[in-house]
């Protein structure tokens, strides 16, 4: 084995489930999931004196990832799932509070709707979502990247990152929140039965 | 008003609400981080907000954090870091 790829090993290997979960939320599929990371990771030992050491190696990973994956879906399909967010970036400075939770807080406090929520109707809802979306809460709340490295992944400013965060979130609540409403998990507040 | 401790300084629900990600998401420091969470420390009409994002995060950890990569994925790919080490 050359220095390079035991440098290779030590360093990037270690994230291999990590980068394995982002490319399955990225591509819905275990198979498609599992040719992106072997692409992510050879592409990345290609390009690894590229690399500096020490920096966030995982995000340069999920750069890559993220990347390759764009690519594929742009030369298929899909194209009506991008998000045209750059109309009117919701600015969440001018919200106060989801007006959902204001009206769960009086039936479930505790959100402990969420938890009867079985796993595989979490990974549909947060499948279901917009690439754009899916990508920087997947980032934010499952990988718990910062604003700035989800940032420099993604080519957003950090402006963008937030409002794409606060919208995904907002959907996504509102998508477990109506489930657990169907499932009788949780009393509907929205005139609802 | 020079010198007066800005911690201390209890900030609106609105302010509060307004800034519920960017504490959650450990995006806030010093004075502005302490004003938002003595605020949600003894508002009981903004703390379900705090306590719902928390709980919804920590559903989407639960269903998105427990795959690991497959063992085949694992070899598959060793063997094909092996050959681009060689060219």
Redesign the interface.
């Known amino acids: 084995m050359t220095e390079r790829r035991a440098s290779f090993d030590e360093e990037a290997l270690p994230h291999l489930d990590a980068v394995y979960r982002f490319a399955l939320r990225l591509s819905g599929s275990p198979d498609q999931a599992q040719d992106l990371v072997q692409d992510t990771f050879v592409r990345a030992f290609k390009a690894w004196d590229q690399y500096t050491p020490g920096t966030q190696c995982k995000s340069w990973l999920f750069t890559i990832c993220r990347n390759l994956f764009i690519r594929q879906w742009e030369r298929g399909q899909r194209h009506d799932e991008t998000v045209a967010d750059n109309t009117r970036p919701e600015a969440p400075g001018q919200d106060v509070g989801n007006p959902l939770w204001s009206a769960v807080a009086d039936v479930d406090p505790e959100g402990r709707f969420f938890d009867s929520i079985v796993d595989e109707e979490v990974l549909r809802a947060i499948d279901a979502l917009p690439e754009d979306f899916r990508t920087v809460v997947v980032l934010s709340d499952v990988e718990g990247l910062s604003y700035q490295e989800i940032s420099d992944m993604v080519g957003v400013p950090v402006g963008t990152v937030k409002s794409r965060l606060f919208r995904g979130r907002r959907q996504l609540q509102k998508a477990l929140y109506d489930y657990a409403v169907e499932m009788g998990h949780i009393r509907g507040t929205h005139g609802r039965s | 008003m020079a010198g007066r401790d800005m911690s201390q300084e209890m900030i609106s629900?609105?302010e509060a609400?307004?800034f519920?990600?960017?504490f959650l998401?450990?995006?806030l420091e010093g004075a502005p981080n302490e004003q938002v969470r003595a605020h949600f420390d003894v508002c009981q009409r903004?703390?379900?907000?705090l306590?719902?994002?928390?709980?919804?995060?920590?559903?989407?950890?639960?269903?998105?954090?427990?795959?690991?990569?497959?063992p085949?994925?694992?070899s598959?790919?060793l063997a094909?870091?092996?050959e681009?080490?060689k060219g």
Not at chain 2, 46 to 49: I, M, S, T
Not at chain 2, 58 to 65: N, T
């Open positions: 629900c609105r609400l307004r519920l990600y960017e998401d450990g995006e903004c703390y379900p907000h306590k719902l994002e928390a709980s919804f995060r920590a559903v989407l950890q639960r269903a998105c954090g427990t795959p690991c990569a497959p085949e994925l694992k598959r790919l094909a870091l092996a681009a080490d």
